[in-house]
């Protein structure tokens, strides 16, 4: 496929559709921002509780920074950057913490205002799973930014497993994912699939390939242009150490 065909497609990403449309009264735009708010909300307050002690500080502080996001133009101001959603909402929070900080904590936040609805119990949870380290806010961001979307596209392969009724196969192969296919007994996973062990084998090489594309697929809503995909993968990936 020649590569203008492949543009218009590109701009129709959802991080391209807020830049495209970037005023404060355009639906489309506000649900492609509210739909990666909500995709991407844990790293901001993995961010957040890493710069306030109190949880329920974090969780309020998270919450009015994307009422904040969703109700004000602040997609005009954006720096030079703001072609990676990533960047863009690290530095809108940074912003948000220093110019709103003392104003939010003097009133009641909210404000009878709709709020995004986020699993605040889980992303506690997650939290308290990790491992002590001495990561700055920001690189901690990073890395919970490079998981996060790593799971979205695992919960997409799993999805799209369960609808073509293979989600066995997925949990029987998806440790390929991870770079352990060595240590996966294709004998015994053919066995209980039923088929030969090279159709096993086969059908891992497709799960790797499939997952493949949706990384590319989840990275690309979050870039302005296609050319930024193969290194944004990169910073995410270095990110995690791999």
């Known amino acids: 496929m020649s590569q203008s065909s492949e543009q218009p497609r590109f701009a129709t990403t959802q991080w391209s559709l807020v830049l495209q449309a970037?005023?404060?009264?355009?639906?489309?735009?506000?649900?492609?921002?509210?739909?990666?708010?909500?995709r991407y909300w844990f790293p901001l307050y993995a961010f957040a509780r890493r710069r306030v002690s109190e949880v329920h500080e974090a969780q309020d502080l998270t919450q009015e920074f994307f009422l904040h996001l969703l109700e004000k133009n602040s997609l005009a101001a954006a720096s030079p950057e703001r072609g990676r959603f990533r960047c863009f909402l690290l530095s809108?929070?940074?912003?948000?913490?220093?110019?709103?900080?003392?104003?939010?904590?003097?009133?009641?936040r909210g404000g009878g205002r709709e709020r995004l609805s986020l699993d605040w119990e889980?992303?506690?949870?997650?939290?308290?799973?990790?491992p002590a380290h001495s990561d700055t806010p920001e690189r901690e961001f990073e890395r919970q930014w490079a998981l996060?979307?790593?799971?979205?596209?695992?919960?997409?392969?799993?999805?799209?497993?369960?609808?073509?009724?293979?989600?066995r196969q997925f949990e029987l192969l998806k440790e390929t994912l991870t770079g352990s296919r060595a240590v996966l007994d294709y004998g015994v996973i053919a066995s209980e699939l039923q088929v030969s062990e090279e159709a096993a084998r086969q059908a891992a090489h497709r799960l790797r390939k499939r997952y493949r594309e949706f990384l590319r697929e989840e990275v690309a809503a979050t870039v302005e242009q296609e050319d930024e995909?193969?290194?944004?993968?990169?910073?995410?990936?270095?990110?995690?150490g791999a």
């Open 148 to 167: 996060t979307l790593l799971d979205n596209v695992v919960r997409r392969l799993q999805d799209e497993f369960a609808t073509m009724g293979k989600l």
């Open 122 to 130: 889980t992303g506690e949870s997650r939290l308290s799973l990790e």
């Open 229 to 240: 995909v193969e290194d944004e993968i990169g910073r995410l990936f270095e990110a995690l």
């Open 92 to 108: 809108s929070l940074k912003n948000f913490l220093l110019n709103e900080w003392d104003r939010a904590t003097a009133q009641k």
């Open 22 to 38: 970037a005023q404060p009264d355009n639906s489309a735009a506000r649900v492609a921002l509210e739909t990666l708010c909500r």
